[in-house]
């Protein structure tokens, strides 16, 4: 079902090993080691969270930031009700699922406005129409049904490809996300920013090697200077698969005044799906919305299988290869389900889990295939009809798994110095 990532693994991962010790490098002018952590985008200093951030919640740049969400909230109302995050996986082609029922929801009439959205690799193409709403329901349906792989990607010459930065070129995709993510769907973005919601997708900087999350809707709000192709290549860089794709550099201001770049790729390299950074104890914040008015909840969509096929493996390396990373891409996504389902327990949301379902069983023909991408969408969309899609917990947890962690929880609440 991975079927892009098997391509990385079948063609990157071990031709680009083979020649890149002999390969010459394309001209690009990196961040200085000693500047690191001091370089930005220009405006982007508070919007961009990084390691050091997630683990700095109680700085003073922090929590002005979290004063400005909570003022914002109260302004538009959005403290009196739940708390609503949803996060959206990677998976490639597979993302037509998770727009399936984006979908679907939406003819449910229940979806919720979510207060943060979160996106990652084929999830960061989809998550600014869920943060937008049912309205760009028809845009993200065209992006996931409607278009073949040469419409997509121009495929490189193998010896160009492999003596470059990446064995095709997403110019189709590039042009198809500019055209359904216009300037009014930027405007709209920044106008919900002012309400109080969040729209983040996360990317891969590869000279660091650890997650940026970006804050797009911030970027759209603060009108800064050439934001929106900003955010199209944050976007474009998050489905960037090295090896498939060229990385995305994305020019950077340096403590010292000087320009330089840094090279961001697929966020499915840092992480599968991401909430908020786990030392943020949204419990023990005025970021959650009354409890009187509903639970809060975190709805993850894992555009993959949780459960592989068996699959007779060819004695070849590609394919050793491809079905060995899909595993681990697979080990890893379900690692990042355990996270969220483990902060959402504490924090006091309620967790609700979509994923393809293991006996979905069309099979694409190629990378991106518009029939197996439709079928894919309208099981999406069928699973959320039908009450289907949503589970309670990550896999082999169940209830009383969670009764027990939560008992624990509150105990620790109650009496923190207990062993």
């Known amino acids: 079902m991975l079927r892009i990532q098997s391509i990385l ?40 969270i990084t390691r050091e951030d997630e683990a700095a919640v109680e700085t003073a740049e922090a929590q002005r930031r979290m004063s400005r969400l909570v003022d914002q909230m109260r302004a538009s109302g959005l403290d009196r009700g739940p708390t609503q995050v949803l996060a959206i996986s990677g ?60 419409e997509l990607v121009t495929e490189r010459g193998l010896l160009e490809g492999l003596t470059g930065d990446a064995l095709s070129d997403p110019d189709g995709l590039r042009s198809m996300l500019a055209a359904q993510f216009d300037d009014e769907a930027y405007r709209r973005m ?23 999350y970006w804050c797009l809707s911030a970027i759209a709000a603060e009108d800064l200077p050439g934001g929106r192709e900003l955010a199209l290549d944050i976007i474009l860089a998050s489905a960037s698969i090295p090896g498939v794709f060229p990385p995305v550099l994305i020019e950077v201001l340096g403590p010292d005044g000087e320009t330089y770049d840094e090279m961001h790729v697929d966020g ?30 975190i709805w993850v969509i894992r555009n993959a299988p949780l459960t592989f096929r068996y699959e007779q493996v060819r004695r070849s390396l590609f394919a050793i290869a491809g079905r060995s990373i899909s595993g681990l891409i697979r080990s890893n996504g379900i690692g990042d389900l355990y996270r969220i389902w483990l902060t959402a327990i504490r924090d006091g949301f309620d967790f609700r889990l979509a994923s393809i379902p293991f006996d979905f069983d069309v099979e694409p023909t190629e990378a991106f295939d518009p029939v197996h991408m439709t079928a894919l969408f309208e099981r999406g969309r069928e699973d959320i009809i039908a009450g289907r899609a949503w589970a309670d917990y990550p896999p082999q947890i169940d209830a009383v798994d969670e009764a027990a962690l939560r008992d624990e929880l509150n105990q620790q609440a109650v009496d923190p110095v207990r062993p």
């Open 91 to 150: 998976g490639g082609e597979n993302g037509a699922y998770g727009a399936g029922l984006l979908c679907g929801w939406s003819e449910l009439g229940t979806r919720p406005e979510f207060n943060v959205v979160t996106g990652v690799s084929t999830g960061a193409l989809t998550a600014p129409f869920a943060f937008l709403g049912a309205e760009y329901d028809e845009r993200l349906k065209t992006c996931y049904t409607t278009l073949r792989t040469d």
């Open 268 to 297: 499915g390299v840092s992480a599968q799906v991401f909430t908020y950074p786990v030392a943020l104890r949204l419990r023990e914040t005025e970021l959650l919305g009354a409890e009187e008015a509903g639970v809060s909840t």
């Open 9 to 48: 693994a079948a063609t990157a991962w071990s031709a680009l090993a083979w020649l890149g010790s002999g390969c010459t490098a394309l001209d690009r002018n990196p961040v200085p080691p000693e500047h690191i952590r001091g370089s930005h985008p220009a405006g982007m200093r508070q919007w961009r």
């Open 190 to 212: 920044g106008e919900e920013h002012l309400k109080g919601r969040r729209l983040f997708v996360g990317t891969t900087n590869l000279d660091r090697m650890e997650a940026s």
